[in-house]
């Protein structure tokens, strides 16, 4: 592993290593290429089966620990290309008795120019298709269950984090479903630009020293073995710009604030539980002491996972961001550390959703007389007689309430019956459209 060796001294070496869904990615099309060459004809069957059966070893993560080269190396990501390039080559040899060479034989049609750019962008769609998405769905799933299950569980609503007029938990997190149901529609969409690939395009763009069928040809077996619809793309475009990685980091981030923000909601409503909101308990995180000093400490520890993992992600998209902009004319020089960024903030999203949904969506449980008695006592009850009493002589009995009196007393003062009262003060009913109480 003659190029390894040396690059090691010259690239960075912080540990930071290539995620196993990359290398997965580079094996793919280390097989598709040998099974094209000796189709081709380029390649003798013997040469070409060796590479495919060692390349297949690859992807099955059975050389991970071979795969040294850090991160942090040339823009183009050549390294991570003769890494693999030559533990392919290592292997049909010492393995199988084949003498294989790492350029003529195993990159033969390729470039890491066209190679890494291709790898990346299809380890980053199996990524979404096999991880991201299907956790996005458990959550709609989970969320669709406990908004059914929380219609009727009456909670004062809250703007500014001050008194605002009733609503349900089911209408709270409908809100977040819909966005996540959204979310998930922008990411449909972007992972899309993401399928096109710059194999075949070699060193600029062009071709050269290539068979002109082969990008189009291996981009068949890619789809193939992966079950998945890539497409061939303008090589001048996808080589040099990586912004379509860019608008699907976006989309993740987008997905992320989303998620950020349901987690500080759950976050508040589990606060206490004798000196916060307490409308919610969560009884896994019981299961791990919340403190070291303090016994029988519980903190939403799961949720503040979350929260802390979605500011990693954030981090990894403004690096993609920048990342994106390296390099000139015909090709990106920042490959390596927009792939290696990709797919960690889609694996730490994965992870993060998948533990929301299991232990705190499926186990919410909410203090239904907590939510009750604030919803009752919120000072935008006052709202419901407005339509009959006018704004400012609502403001001024809203006065009265802040100073102690009941809801039940002004409206007793106002002439209704305490059958009427009781009416009025159907919670649920304020949770729906319409005028509670309307001039006579």
Known sequence: MEFVRKARDLYLDTGTRFPRRIIWAMGLIKYAAA?????????????GGAIMKVSQELMSGKYDNEVV????????????????????????????GIKVHPND????????????????RVAAVMEYVESLRPAINDLIVSLRRRINEFSDAVKPGRTHLRDALPITLGQELSGYLDAFLRDVQL???????????????TAVGTGFNTHPNFGDEVIKVINEVSGLDFIKVNPFMSMKLLTDLVMLSG???????????????IRLMFSGPFTGLNEVDIPTQSEVAGSSIMPGKTNPVTVESLLQAIAQILGLDKSIEYASMLGEFELSMGIPVIGYDIIMEMSILSNGIRKFAELVIDRLVPNIDVMRKYAERSLALITMITPMIGYEKATELSRELMMGRSIRDVLKELGFSDNEIDSILNLKELTRPGFKVQRK
């Open 251 to 265: 989309a993740i981030r987008v997905l992320s604030l989303d998620l950020h923000r349901f987690g500080q909601d």
């Open 69 to 96: 080269l850090d991160v942090y190396q040339t823009g183009s990501g050549t390294g991570l290309n003769m890494n693999i390039n030559e533990i392919i080559a290592k292997h049909a040899y010492l393995d199988l």
């Open 35 to 47: 099974k094209v060459n000796v189709e081709l004809g380029l390649l003798s069957s013997d040469v």
């Open 105 to 120: 034989h195993v990159n033969l049609g390729q470039s890491s120019n066209d190679v890494v750019p291709t790898a990346i």
């Open 187 to 201: 990411l449909d969409y972007v992972i899309n630009f993401v399928k096109g690939l710059p194999i075949g395009g």
